[in-house]
């Protein structure tokens, strides 16, 4: 079993910063990859960002390449994701997810994670 709790979600304006933190307990070994996913009403989960968690390849969306940075710490077994330049865009209900299956590459699918956080909103005003 491996438990996702998040933090660090809220609401700020346009042009203005967030870091969100995924902390990571149970069966931390298996773990292959972390993903950030985000959800905004009336639309399909959307991929965020990703990072191996042996090596830290890290992988990004197309609509947050640039501006969102992935990274984690191991010896806390935490994941962030600091966001920087945020848009109206951007909000959603963000989600940290889990990956133990993962041979090669990064998974974009929400569908390839195991387990799952249990989201945190951020809102982003104009």
């Known amino acids: 079993q491996v438990q996702l709790v998040e933090s660090g979600g809220g609401l700020v304006q346009a042009g203005g910063s967030l870091r969100l933190s995924c902390a990571i307990s149970?069966?931390?070994?298996?773990?292959?990859?972390m993903g950030w996913f985000r959800q905004a009403p009336g639309k399909e989960r959307e991929f965020v960002s990703a990072i191996k968690w042996s090596g830290g390849s890290t992988y990004y969306g197309d609509s947050v390449k640039g501006r969102f940075t992935i990274s984690r710490d191991n010896a806390k077994n935490t994941v962030y994701l600091q966001m920087n330049s945020l848009k109206p865009e951007d909000t959603a209900v963000y989600y940290c997810?889990?990956?133990?299956?993962?041979?090669?590459?990064?998974?974009?699918?929400?569908?390839?994670?195991?387990?799952w956080g249990q989201g945190t909103q951020v809102t982003v005003s104009s």
């Open positions: 997810a889990a990956d133990r299956t993962l041979t090669s590459g990064i998974a974009t699918n929400p569908g390839r994670y195991e387990y």
């Open positions: 149970g069966r931390t070994f298996s773990i292959r990859a």
